[in-house]
């Protein structure tokens, strides 16, 4: 089992910065591909981002790719999104999920949703325009 907590949400201008942090308890965190999702008001949740288990990979979607930078910490069992010149459309809650990724599948991470097995509750994001 792999609890999740995130924090680092509020109320931030456009054009500003906030960086989240999602902290992981339980065993073997540097086994687990980390990502970041977000659900906006009346729409699904999307992804954002993800990082392999060794950092040494990640991935964007385009909406954010350029300003927002996901990066871990195993010695912390933690996982961090950097969001710098946020947009008032990037207001949404967002939620950090884990997914166990095992030696066989080598450095791996996905960008679906329905392959990660753990999720956080949650921290809300809300830019001003």
């Known amino acids: 089992q792999v609890q999740l907590v995130e924090s680092g949400g509020g109320l931030v201008q456009a054009g500003g910065s906030l960086r989240l942090s999602c902290a992981a308890s339980g065993r073997a965190f540097s086994r687990y591909a980390m990502g970041w999702f977000r659900q906006a008001p009346g729409k699904e949740r999307d992804f954002v981002a993800t990082i392999t288990w060794s950092g040494g990979s990640t991935y964007y979607a385009d909406s954010v790719k350029g300003r927002f930078t996901i990066s871990r910490d195993n010695a912390k069992n933690t996982v961090y999104l950097q969001m710098n010149s946020l947009k008032p459309e990037d207001t949404a809650v967002y939620y950090c999920?884990?997914?166990?990724?095992?030696?066989?599948?080598?450095?791996?991470?996905?960008?679906?949703?329905?392959?990660?097995?753990?999720w956080g509750q949650g921290t809300q994001v809300t830019v001003s325009s």
């Open positions: 999920a884990a997914r166990f990724a095992p030696a066989r599948l080598g450095d791996f991470t996905t960008t679906r949703e329905d392959e990660y097995d753990y």
